[in-house]
């Protein structure tokens, strides 16, 4: 009897609890982009929309109650690792992790891709700070060039040896 209420009492939780779930395609935006208000057929979405890769792999997750993302919002690289996990309230962010490809936490704005955008434009910056750094001593300063062309180019002068010591790699 025991076994018998248990199984009833499992059911009745699991239908009753079981979300919606839908493709993310199956949902029209009445809203605005900044604020999105999502419908099915029947009216406001309330449950989990979803997209998939197309090798099958989860991509997204979004829950809605009454149109609106309220709840978990999760998004996956290609291969099925988690890349973001966000947890909306009123349309606003309440918390957020982040991951690389490899699963390993890191801070959000690193996945952004003017923040990757903004990173190599400080690289290229920083390069032609050293490069005009160079040049100018190169420009006012001799015994710089003469460093430079032995450093960069193993340039030697008349009756000279010039002897190149490599350090051994483990190749």
Known sequence: MKNILLTLFLGV?????SEKRVL??????KGTEETPLMYIEEGLFSGVAYDVYSN??????ITFKNGIAKG???????????KLDYFFEDR???????????????????????YQKLEKKQLLLDNIRKDSI?????????????????????MKKQNEDIFIIRE???E
């Open 13 to 17: 939780l699991l239908i009753g609890c």
């Open 24 to 29: 993310i395609d199956k949902l029209t935006n």
């Open 56 to 61: 099958g792999d989860l991509k997204l997750e």
């Open 72 to 82: 978990d919002y999760r998004l996956w690289y290609k291969g099925g690792v988690l």
């Open 92 to 114: 606003k962010v309440i918390s957020s992790s982040c991951f690389n490809e490899f699963g390993e936490k890191i801070e959000c704005y690193k996945l952004s891709p003017d």
């Open 134 to 154: 160079t040049l100018n001593s190169l420009n006012n300063d001799p015994e710089a060039i003469e460093e430079f062309a032995r450093e960069k180019f193993l």
């Open 168 to 170: 051994k790699t483990d």
